[in-house]
Structures are given as C-alpha cells and as structure tokens.
C-alpha cells in the first residue's frame, strides 16, 4: 500500500485514529485560545466536551512530544496545562514608514524576544526585507533555534494590500506592486502571512489589549497614514480582497486641502503626522512628533491646537464608523495616539457630534499595546494560521 492510502486509512473518518486526531486538535484549539494562561484539566474537559480521563491521556501524549507542558496543582485546580516549546515557534514582523520590528515567540503567544530597527523612509521592499532576515536570524540564534524551527511568519504593511500585493503607498513607495507573501517567504526562508498593519493592531488588541472580551471592536492607527482595522463579531473583517477599513480616505470636505490620494479633503489631510508637522513647520522646523507633543504638554497653545484639531476631525472620521458599525469600543494608536488625551478628548467630541444618539458614549481609548500592536498582531496571525498537529 502506498504511504498515502496508508495514511488515509488510518485517518478515515469515523476510525479510532482520526476521533484521536479531532480531540488532540480540540483541546489544542482550545490551548491556542487560552494563549498565556494555563487551562486545568478539568476547564479543558468542560470546555471542549470531552471526557476527564481522555483529557488527561491527550495531555500526557503531548507532554510527552513536548507540544504542552504541565503544572501539578494542589487542590481543585488539579494539573493545568500550557503549550511548550515543544509546539513550535513563530514569528511576527512589523514595517513602517521608517522601521522594522521582529519578534520570536512560543505558541502560547510568549514573546521570547524581540528587535526594531530604523529604516530608510524610501527603503526598497528587497533591502527592507534583507534587513529582517539579519534581524530574524540574530533573534533565532540567541534563543538557540533556527528558521527552520519557525511554523509560521506573520508581517505587517502600513499600506492597502489586496491579496498580499501591495497596492499604491505613499507610505512604502518601494513596496508598490510586490507580491509581498512571495517575496517575503523566499526571503525570509519560511512561510509568511501577509497583513495590513492597522487590521493586525486590531488582532492583537483584541486578543490581548483592551478589546480583549469584545465582539466588535475598531482598531485606528494615526501615523504618517491613518487606518483601522475591524473586528467584528470576533473576527477580523478583511472584505472582499483585504481593503477594508481605509478610513483615512473618508471625505470630511469636498473642498478641503489635497490628500496625497489624489482627494480633497480627507480625514488622513486632518490628521495624520504629516499634517501635525506640517502645521509646525515654522515654529518647530525638522522636529519629530514626539517633541510636539511635549511642546503641547507644556503648554504651547499652537502645539495643542495641532492635536485638538486632529482629534476632532478624527472623530468625525469614527462617527461615521460608528453609525456604520456600532462597536463596543474604538482603540487608537499609532505616533499621534502618543498624544494621549491631548487627541482623544476631542476625537471624542468630534464623535459625539455626529452620531446617533444611542452610540455617543462608544468608549474612544488608547490602544494598550502601543508600538508594538501591529508586530504582536503578526504573532497572534502567525499563531492562528498554524496546525499544531501538522509535522
Ligand atoms: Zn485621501
């Protein structure tokens, strides 16, 4: 017989083998989800419907292959149960404007560890992705491991991709027109996913900042370009060929000043760095956002209008995603979100001012995991792309 009518026997549905398979994947699902936190024997019985006694013979047969690890508890929590690194590693990469982010981490979403690096602002997609591998490459060899040892990789693009070609970007001019899950997969040596960087700052609020525990949660990244990514009903929404939620090309005015898009108008012409350094050109000239922003802490009155006007035209922008979407909370981040309340309050105000009634309190925060959203987001796609129980 040959190995694969071997294998398909073994595996027929229906046969002892295959039920094996289909409850080592339920409770490694079930692992997968848990992240961090540790499951005891009996919440995985409970929640993956399985009897108690085969429950303890799959974690002994993973923790035997090294895929969990486990804790004898005392009392009623009985042994509780974590992914090892036996499961595997992945990794998740982060481009921007001007950098590259890299981070290892385990199955259970642990990072292990992490690098970013400046970029040049028209670096090429050949030596950006160049610069990764070195990154990825130091990062393995500290941990001992190898690019080979990786499941998945998931990367981040501040630009619109449809089917992981990269559309057109001011952002990432030297990406325009690549096939980024090709050339980043044969650069890098691994199987990548590709994302647009605002939809993975929404993965990872989701699944560990503060829309953790929400079903419909918008995810807005204010830098150089302004997107959201969409979380609805628990899921990242993507559209039809992965362009949704390019709110910065919404129109406030017809009449307002040229967006880069070739538009008038935009809420990306309102309120993106470009704009906030532009408005301090005169005053502040070569500065970065991050000294504006400390000019308006301490009171420079033009400073602080930079940010008021941003954030209302920013709020104006999330009530038209409000009235669309209704979410249970909207996240900012991104290099004008380090503004904090200096932008919020008014993004707030500008919400209010156009939404329906019922949906003015939507809670308009700060994104909890900063810089770092998108490339943690690269780890949660990474993560979430890989089947445990495939060799
Ligand atoms: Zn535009």
Redesign the pocket.
């Known amino acids: 017989m040959p190995p694969d009518a071997e294998e398909k026997t073994r595996n027929a549905p229906g046969s002892a083998a295959s039920l094996r398979v289909a409850n080592q994947r339920r409770v490694l699902s079930l692992l997968l989800r848990q992240g961090n936190e540790p499951a005891s024997q009996a919440d995985i019985a409970r929640e993956t419907g399985l009897a108690p006694g085969t429950v303890s013979t799959i974690v002994r047969e993973l923790a035997a292959a090294n895929v969990v690890s486990t804790v004898a508890g005392s009392g009623r929590r009985g042994t509780s149960v974590r992914l090892a690194r036996g499961a595997g590693l992945v990794a998740g990469v982060d481009f921007g404007h001007s950098h590259v982010a890299v981070a290892i981490a385990e199955m259970s979403g642990e990072v292990l560890s992490e690098q970013r690096r400046q970029l040049s602002p028209g670096h090429g997609h050949d030596e950006g992705l160049g610069r990764a591998r070195e990154m990825l490459e130091e990062l393995l060899g500290e941990l001992g491991a190898e690019v080979s040892d990786l499941r998945n990789i998931g990367m981040g693009l501040p630009a619109p991709l449809s089917d992981s070609v990269v559309m057109s970007s001011a952002i990432l001019p030297g990406w325009v027109g690549v096939n980024a899950r090709d050339e980043a997969s044969a650069a890098l040596g691994a199987k990548v996913l590709i994302e647009n960087d605002a939809n993975l700052g929404a993965l990872a609020e989701h699944r560990h900042g503060h829309g953790k525990g929400h079903a419909n949660v918008v995810f807005v990244k204010v830098s150089s370009g302004v997107g959201a990514g969409l979380i609805l009903d628990n899921k990242l929404f993507r559209g039809t060929s992965g362009t949704s939620g390019e709110i910065?090309?919404l129109t406030l005015d017809d009449q307002g000043p040229l967006?880069?898009?070739?538009?008038r108008g935009?809420l990306?012409?309102y309120a993106s760095t470009g704009t906030a350094l532009a408005m301090m050109g005169d005053q502040m000239p070569g500065a970065r956002v991050d000294a504006i922003i400390e000019a308006a802490q301490q009171g420079n009155v033009s400073a602080l209008r930079v940010f008021e006007d941003a954030g209302l035209h920013l709020g104006w922008g999330l009530a038209t995603v409000t009235n669309l979407l209704n979410p249970d909370v909207i996240l900012v981040g991104g290099d004008m979100a380090h503004a904090g309340e200096l932008l919020l309050e008014s993004a707030r105000l500008g919400l209010r001012r156009h939404v329906l009634a019922g949906t003015a309190s939507t809670p308009v925060l700060v994104a909890a995991l900063g810089d770092r959203a998108s490339m943690i987001g690269a780890l949660v796609l990474a993560i979430d792309a890989t089947d445990l129980l495939a060799a």
């Open positions: 910065g090309h967006c880069r898009c070739g538009s935009c990306e012409a």
